[in-house]
Antibody, heavy 111, light 112 residues
């Protein structure tokens, strides 16, 4: 069945770079697009960017200067990298195929 | 960016009552292919969002027929017929017409 699972460090220091991995199963990254969405604690959802099935990417302009999304189709993994993290980047980070969502991973930005 | 604005519910809602959640977009979500790119999600406490409705009125697989979506190009409604305990959570509308995809602020449903 279709599954997505996020992984990465739970704690990142301010000004450092966040690296997250979304490992998918049950489908090919060459057939479906995967998106990253985040949610600060107790707040709403923010779309961050998309890895299209053909390898094209699109980013939220609010994050574009700090954000990079890439993939390794052989490993069925999509990667998110975001630099210059601040406390307001503390959030649950989800990868999603819209009809399917990962469980999310909490990232806390703190020294 | 397209702004999505959601209405509130008169919480708490008695079990079995029907409720409607409203959502408005700052731009028509009707595309030239005839589809309206509006999704509805439910996020239960402590869980990931779950897609309920896509293309404004199409129920996702496995979603109860108590949920129905309707609307025009800019004004949308999610109706829940006969609220049950499992419906508690926050409901989000989201536009998928253009990037960046944007979400409404969420509408919380509490049960009496």
């Amino acid at each position: 069945q279709v599954q997505l699972k996020e992984s990465g460090p739970g704690l990142v220091q301010p000004s450092q770079t966040l690296s997250l991995t979304c490992t998918v199963s049950g489908f090919s990254l060459m057939d479906y697009s995967v998106h990253w969405v985040r949610q600060p604690p107790g707040k709403g959802l923010e779309w961050m960017g998309r890895m299209k099935y053909d390898g094209d990417t699109y980013y939220n302009s609010a994050l574009k200067s700090r954000l990079s999304i890439s993939r390794d189709t052989s490993k069925s993994q999509v990667f998110l990298k975001m630099n210059s993290l601040q406390t307001e980047d503390t959030a649950i980070y989800y990868c999603t195929r819209v009809f399917y969502w990962g469980q999310g991973t909490l990232v806390t930005v703190s020294s | 960016d397209i702004v999505m604005t959601q209405g509130a519910l008169p919480n708490p809602v008695p079990s079995g009552e029907s409720v409607s959640i409203t959502c408005r977009s700052s731009k028509s979500l009707l595309y030239s292919d005839g589809k309206t790119y509006l999704n509805w999600y439910l996020q239960r406490p402590g869980q990931s969002p779950q897609l309920l409705i896509y293309w404004m009125s199409t129920r996702a697989s496995g979603v109860s027929d108590r949920f129905s979506g309707s609307g025009s190009g800019t004004d949308f409604t999610l109706k829940i017929s006969g609220v049950e305990a499992e419906d508690v959570g926050v409901y989000y509308c989201q536009q998928g017409l253009e990037f960046p995809w944007t979400f409404g602020g969420g509408t919380k449903l509490e049960l009496k």
